[in-house]
């Protein structure tokens, strides 16, 4: 077995006939045929060479998207091999990796190839303390990366692993899809919609100036319709610009996470409170969070996305996107 062979691996569904005959020939285990949402993930760790598989069906790369579920039931879905970690348990003098050095065909074996490994893989992406990550795109859509680590005794441990190059995910494609309306759901697709014009607006989208030029109402159908026409019904790291620190607005403002200001005070960024505050309910609403929470999910849903509604939410998100700007440069 040789480092490319399995490298070839990645990407392939697990019925893959390449990738059932080279389980089989070297007796690697029993592969998954199907991954649910409650799984997310599987797993195969192979002890005699310290390598583990790592399987999921929902990847954020194009490539793998929309996730297939052969039945349509929305539970079984196609699992593809998503990563490799050549060294499962981290490699150093004191637990060798048990592979030999015919294996390494790719890279050489890291713990003992620091040097080459560097004028292989250029300079590190990550330095920082005690770990140190080399990455090398592998084709289009595979990433090698290697780590070194020097834990405490100055001990080195080294660890290597291929995997499927993938987008960080902001807003899932679930909050766009009007079959999935459990819980707050109605209330969350408005929202999102709304960021996603505020986007729009102001160009901070990978988009066409065509795009731009065709204009987008202030309309949540309108809002979605270019959701799934334009963005592939989902919003990733890739699809913005890079406008400072929006990647990390866009994170706070989708979830209900603490910000504080340089003295200590909690500053609302949350997107619920926003819409709140323009429709002058925010105390109306925690009313009924205190005293009435069976019915928390109904009073956000009953919320009309106006463009009424939609003008002051925008402007605020671009007062609020200024003010946490702000925050961060204080910080840094």
Known sequence: MKQHELMELIG???????MVNFFE???LGKLPKRITPNQNTKSLIFKPLNISFWFKYDITNNRFQPPITPKNDDYKFVAYLSSIMFTHV???VKKPDPKDKAFWDVIPSPLHSGEEIAKLMGPPTYEIDSLTIYEKIIEEDKVLKVFYNREKKNTLTTSCQVSIVEQSEILSRVFFDSKYNHES????????A???KWLY???YLMLDQQIYQRKLANNTDDVLTFIHQELNSHLWSNQLTNETYLGSFLYTISSNRNTYDANGDKVYFYIQDIILDCLGKREEFEKVYEENFNQVDHYLDAIV???ELYRKVIDQLTIKFKQFKALKSEKN
Not at 12 to 18: F, G, M, R
Not at 185 to 192: D, G, I, K, P, T
């Open 12 to 18: 392939l569904a697990t019925t893959d006939v390449k």
């Open 25 to 27: 020939q070297h007796q």
């Open 90 to 92: 981290d490699d150093s």
């Open 185 to 192: 759901m109605v209330f969350l697709r408005n929202s999102f």
């Open 194 to 196: 709304i960021i996603i």
């Open 201 to 203: 607006d102001n160009h």
């Open 305 to 307: 996305f106006d463009r």
